[in-house]
């Protein structure tokens, strides 16, 4: 069971800034911007390379979410949405989850 399951699960407390019955959003504990929420699916899928033609509602939803999520958190000058697949490219947690990232510039290009 991985941490971003138990805190779905309620089991660790978390900054919960949105829920629904699909996914689940809360702060980042180590921010990389000013604001830096991560969107996870509450469906249990390990990264980009998983996701099945079945998840492909459920990703245009978790979309909208951030796009609902970047204007309550006051981001309208941007922001960037940013979903790592694999080790090598920075992926700690094995859930896939987006990292909803703004409040100041970002550069190009990333990593």
């Excluded at 959003?25 to 969107?39: T, W």
């Excluded at 790592?84 to 550069?107: E, Y």
């Amino acid at each position: 069971m991985t941490i971003f399951k138990k805190i779905i699960d309620h089991e660790i407390p978390a900054d919960i800034v949105y829920e629904d019955d699909l996914c689940l959003a809360f702060r980042d504990i180590n921010p990389q911007a000013p604001v830096h929420v991560l969107v996870i699916p509450k469906k249990e899928i390990t990264a980009v390379d998983a996701l099945t033609e079945t998840d492909k509602d459920l990703v245009g939803h978790i979309f909208l979410v951030l796009q609902k999520l970047a204007k309550e958190l006051g981001l309208s000058d941007g922001f960037r949405v940013v979903t790592n697949n694999g080790l090598a490219a920075g992926q700690t947690v094995p859930h896939l989850h987006f990292h909803l990232l703004g409040g100041r510039a970002m550069g190009w290009p990333p990593g």
